[in-house]
């Protein structure tokens, strides 16, 4: 099969207002991947289920709120992954560097989480006044999102810089709450980055969702 050619979009510079040119709400799919660095993302817009349309990446606390809704607008189903169900040669040449960059891209390293966010999570709403961060001292905040085991769902924890202390956690629906959330978490003076697997301990992990490899089970 000869690779396609396909329209990419960097969403840092790109005006292009034409993302779709095939295709309908009921076979639009696009499939948000984690990468490096993790303060961005790569999209791939495709025909369901796996025929690629156009990629697209740009910065997790800019562009992904907006992507998500522009998306939305076109009848698109938006899903969360850390290895779409799109070829491998597809995923290889965007999925680290940009293309233009020339370098090599290697498989996500790893055991990705994958698990089921536990009921205990509370789901995430965007109430008015209703701060993620409790107040306190100034203290550097990182929000890190992860893809899980239902594509259609995320899990954001809110954690103090460099130590492993989940200050909040939440779940929800990537179309519909998680442009809500980063926005929230940005203008709470956090930083935002998506991760296959957040730099936490696994035992901390498992305190958020079920089924995280190396941890036991209850």
């Known amino acids: 099969m000869d690779k396609p050619n396909l329209p990419f979009h960097d969403l840092e510079f790109s005006t292009e207002e034409h993302f779709w040119t095939r295709g309908d709400a009921a076979t639009r799919r696009v499939y948000l991947m984690t990468v490096s660095p993790p303060s961005e993302f790569v999209a791939f817009g495709a025909l369901a289920p796996s025929e690629p349309c156009f990629v697209a990446r740009g910065r997790v606390e800019q562009h992904l709120g907006p992507f998500i809704e522009r998306m939305a607008q076109d009848g698109a189903k938006v899903e969360l992954h850390e290895w779409p169900p799109l070829p491998g040669w597809l995923l290889k040449e965007y999925a680290s560097n940009p293309p233009w960059e020339g370098h090599e891209v290697e498989d996500p390293s790893g055991t990705p989480v994958r698990g089921l966010v536990r009921p205990s999570v509370d789901t995430y709403e965007p ?5 993620l961060w409790t107040p ?4 550097q905040r990182s929000t890190f999102i992860t893809p899980v085991k239902n594509a259609s769902e995320f899990l954001a924890l809110g954690v103090l810089t460099g130590t492993d202390t989940v200050v909040f956690s939440k779940k929800g629906m990537v179309q ?3 442009g809500a959330l980063i926005a929230q978490a940005v203008g709470e003076g956090s930083c935002v980055e998506l ?7 696994k035992d901390v992990l498992h305190h958020y969702l079920e089924s995280v490899p190396g941890t036991p089970t209850r």
Do not use: I
């Open 127 to 131: 109430v008015p006044r209703t701060p």
């Open 195 to 201: 991760h296959a697997w957040p730099p936490l301990p």
């Open 176 to 178: 519909g709450a998680l």
């Open 136 to 139: 306190g001292e100034a203290t």
